[in-house]
């Protein structure tokens, strides 16, 4: 076992929800030395060419984590690992933490194709494709940002890849959207945490009228300029918005995930010229913390 690889343990949780092996033509043969490729390759960021020989093909494992990214393969085994974690009382549901990170694109990552891509087979587009590839310009150069949602273990909950230049707040609610932990034992997925926590960038009255329908309580700063217009406006104004500084001490635990996550060097620099394949290599380093004791 080389350094990175999966332990015994932690195959021993993945396993059980990967494709089939040993079908036709032996296409899915071998997962672990594959998916070993994968991870070796999200850690160090290096070409996709230039992957160890101890992991076969290069071309074989690029081509498993395009195709999973594609159609679904990895949502799917993120979210049934996640479901494992809760099964096991390992999520913190008493405060899920929204923030967002930019991720400095390689010049590699530009260039893709104009046209639209294709499942490998199929022809519906890949289920994470955007237009605009993720991608957004600034006097730095290239750059896209990642909105994540993090639990209280310090671990992603779900997350959506943007173009650099996009503001916080009106991302909020799609990404509060893709929470959604299946329950084996039965049941609707889980979608909703206790409380949110997020910083002034998220104070808006279309995110608080959100939570506020959907009985999440949110611990989330007025800014100045909106404390003072609504104070302005008198009665119509509204209420103030209630704000705890000890709860708001837990937003730091969002900010440990980021940090977590972007240990991966293929997440804290893109070099994926796809949205699609992008999204894939972020959630296989959240799938490589959500398998961590």
């Known amino acids: 076992m080389g350094r990175g690889d999966l332990t015994n343990a932690e195959w021993g949780r993945l396993e059980p929800h990967l494709p089939a092996s040993g079908q036709r033509g ?31 093909s290069w071309k074989t494992v690029y081509e498993r984590h395009r195709r999973w990214s594609a159609d679904g393969t990895w949502d799917r085994i993120l979210r049934a690992v996640q479901a494992d974690a809760d099964l096991a009382g390992r999520i ?6 929204v923030d967002s990170t930019s991720c400095r694109a390689h010049q590699h990552a530009a260039g893709a194709r104009k046209k639209k891509p294709r499942i490998p087979k199929k ?20 750059t896209c940002k990642i909105h ?14 943007t173009p ?12 509060l959207e893709r929470i959604a932990v299946p329950r084996p034992q039965g049941g609707r997925p889980r979608t909703r945490p206790d409380r949110l926590g997020g910083d002034k960038a998220y104070s808006s009255r279309r995110n608080r009228r959100y939570l506020r329908r959907r009985q999440i ?23 103030p918005t209630g704000f ?26 893109r070099y994926d010229k ?3 394949v992008f999204q894939g290599t972020v959630t296989v380093a959240a799938i490589r913390l959500w398998l961590r004791p």
């Open 274 to 276: 796809r949205a699609y």
């Open 244 to 269: 705890d500084s000890e709860i708001y001490k837990r937003r730091n635990e969002v900010e440990r995930t980021i940090n977590r996550l972007k240990n991966a060097r293929a997440v804290a620099t």
């Open 148 to 161: 994540l949602a993090g639990e209280g273990g310090c671990r992603p909950m779900a997350f959506l890849v």
């Open 26 to 56: 032996g296409r899915w043969s071998d997962h672990r030395r594959v998916i070993n490729g994968i991870l070796f390759r999200v850690r160090t960021g290096i070409p996709w060419r230039d992957l160890p020989e101890r992991f076969g």
């Open 123 to 142: 022809k519906r587009t890949p289920r994470h494709h955007r237009p605009d590839e993720g991608l957004g310009r600034s006097r730095g150069g290239l």
């Open 164 to 175: 650099g230049q996009w503001g916080d707040a009106p991302q909020m609610i799609e990404v």
């Open 217 to 239: 309580k949110h611990t989330i700063p007025e800014p100045k300029d909106q404390r003072a217009n609504r104070t302005r406006r008198g009665s119509k104004g509204g209420r």
């Open 92 to 97: 913190d549901w008493s405060m899920v933490s």
